[in-house]
């Protein structure tokens, strides 16, 4: 009894400490007029960026710089940050490399090295480098980022996935997935680069979709549309078509990346975003739980659907760290229970989180093996 109070004491306290603080960007975190123009203010005055990119990269900054174009105040950003704007700097011709390659990391500590140096934020991204990765490269990019993180903590670093490439199609879903599951279980800042170019703005997912927007029957597999130009043929007039160069792609995902920059940059300044808060993190929108909760041998993992959507669902130890993903997969709407045996665990608290298009969920449950 005793083991048992010790536990359920614990997983009081980290239910505010696991997954609570990730950031995490993707295609639910383009809608503007969600983010309250007070908390874009906020990070204008806190925040000075500082960006690595080649080409992929610049669609944030074409983005961006379309919202300034056509709109102005409050998305207004220059290299200095005057008048009120985001100082927000970039260097070209620079991205995270490929496979193994470090050269970015000390690029980043001569920019915070120097006299004078009032950079705060600091984003990398790729530009083809997730396609040709391996497992061992991409914890090389993971461990340096923590490395600088822990050099520089003042500083927040703002990670990120590889844009879509349908010609590397599993290595590369696996490699952001390496990524993303790095980011939650760690509580960091993610831009998540692919995933905001599966889905169009109606929330449409596009399995195997392309970097231009392009979507195909499978891997490599017969061109079936472009999702973009489909889109804004059908909204002819929404601003999220709004021209602008954007390199490789359409002007509607640049346009949606510019976007889900001012929501993270918002959310890093302290907003806590309409469904990320403490509250929504655990509520039953989904009618979420677990069943037998203590349990032993297995538990059932029950959800419902309202629509179809892809869902994800993860277990992760106290840590953080991953133990196994349940589920990965379209499913349509509907009510579903997945057993959830643990293999090679010990007695203590775990927490299946429960992704789909629109929401990520957490919940804990506490294993008592004999």
């Known amino acids: 009894m005793k083991k048992l109070s010790i536990l359920l004491s614990a997983l009081f306290i980290y239910n505010f400490s696991v997954f609570a603080q990730a950031i995490i960007i993707n295609h639910s975190c383009t809608g503007l007029s969600l983010v309250p123009v007070e908390w874009v203010n906020q990070a204008k005055e806190d925040f000075k960026v500082w960006y690595g990119h080649t080409s992929h990269g610049s669609q944030i900054t074409s983005g961006i710089d379309n919202l300034q174009n056509f709109i102005g105040e409050p998305y207004t950003f220059n290299s200095s940050g005057a008048g009120g704007a985001l100082s927000y700097q970039e260097q070209t011709g620079v991205d995270l490399g490929h496979n193994g390659d470090t050269s970015w990391a000390q690029v980043t500590r001569n920019v915070l090295n120097q006299p004078g140096n009032d950079r705060n934020v600091i984003m990398w991204s790729w530009c083809g480098g997730c396609s040709d990765n391996t497992e061992e490269g991409i914890n090389i990019y993971l461990n340096k980022m923590t490395e600088l993180e822990n050099d520089y903590p003042d500083v927040k670093f703002i990670y990120m996935t590889g844009h879509l490439d349908i010609w590397s199609w599993e290595n590369l879903k696996a490699r952001n997935q390496q990524i993303r599951d790095y980011c939650i279980a760690n509580e960091k800042i993610l831009f998540d680069f692919a995933d905001i170019e599966s889905y169009d703005p109606d929330s449409t997912y596009f399995e195997y979709a392309n970097d231009n927007c392009n979507y195909y029957s499978g891997p490599g597999g017969t061109l079936l549309g472009n ?69 032993n041998d297995k538990t059932i993992i ?44 010990q007695t203590g608290i775990y927490y299946y989180q429960f992704i789909t298009e629109s929401k990520i969920l957490t919940k804990k449950m506490l294993c008592l093996l004999d």
Request: aromatic share 14%; charged share 20%; glycine share 8%.
């Open 302 to 345: 029950s959800f419902k659907l309202n629509k179809t959507t892809n869902v994800c669902l993860k277990i992760y130890d106290i840590t953080g760290k991953l133990v196994d993903e349940i589920i990965n997969e379209i499913k349509p709407a509907g009510k579903y229970k997945v057993i959830f045996s643990p293999k090679n665990l």
């Open 227 to 295: 999702w973009a130009t489909e889109w804004c043929d059908a909204n002819a007039g929404s601003d999220l078509c709004w021209y602008c160069s954007c390199a490789h792609s359409e002007s509607l995902n640049c346009n949606l990346k510019g976007r889900a920059f001012w929501w993270m940059i918002s959310r890093m300044a302290g907003w806590d975003g309409p469904s990320t808060g403490i509250g929504e993190l655990f509520s039953d929108n989904y009618d979420l739980k677990n069943q037998p909760n203590p349990f």
